[in-house]
């Protein structure tokens, strides 16, 4: 029983990166260029795409990331 795949959103420590990857996970960057944002608080700022094990570009449309986010989960995981 139990999932296999789930996604767990706003990981901003690295104590939370670091148990991402215990359990087998991988940790994402979903980054949308030329999107700025206010100044952020610390924890904000305490991640970063090169942490991360994939970074998925948001350029275009909902569909778009739905579809580079799959391109990213097949190629990760090995599904044709």
Known sequence: GGHRHFAVCGARFPNEISAIRSRGGQVWWIDRPGLRLPAAHQS???VSPEDCDQV??????????RAS??????DSVGVE
């Not at 998925?56 to 990331?65: E, K, P, Q, T």
């Not at 986010?69 to 097949?74: L, P």
């Open 44 to 46: 904000e700022r305490m």
């Open 56 to 65: 998925v570009i948001n350029d275009g449309s909902i569909d778009l990331l």
């Open 69 to 74: 986010v799959m391109a990213v989960w097949r």
